[in-house]
Nanobody, 116 residues
């Protein structure tokens, strides 16, 4: 079974940074496009970033472009998201997902990011 475990969330002040990680297992990670999604309180699930197989192609939602960076380490079966210049509007539960530029596919339990 696909297992995705996120970590690295926390409380940060506006303008601060966080680094999120996702440990993947149960599938051939290097053969999968991967994404980060988020869901703010009272709002729909939102796609925010994807990285293609091999890591050469990345895509971002306009809301995070230029502030967030997605990356992967296929040797470690790990996905990362660097969050810079955080804003209060970035407060959400962040999920790692086995998908590419969509909200489908399995995802983890999430890690909470609070900007306040």
């Amino acid at each position: 079974d696909v297992q995705l475990v996120e970590s690295g969330g926390g409380l940060v002040h506006p303008g601060g940074s966080l680094s999120l990680s996702c440990a993947a297992s149960g599938f051939i990670f290097r053969n999968a496009g991967m994404s980060w999604l988020r869901q703010a309180p009272g709002k729909d699930l939102e796609w925010i970033a994807s990285i293609a197989i091999g890591g050469l192609q990345t895509e971002y939602a306009d809301s995070v472009k230029g502030r967030f960076t997605i990356s992967r380490d296929d040797a470690k079966n790990a996905l990362y998201l660097q969050l810079n210049s955080l804003e209060t509007e970035d407060t959400a539960m962040y999920y790692c997902a086995k998908s590419f530029i969509n909200l489908n596919g399995p995802r983890g339990q999430g890690t909470q990011v609070t900007v306040s």
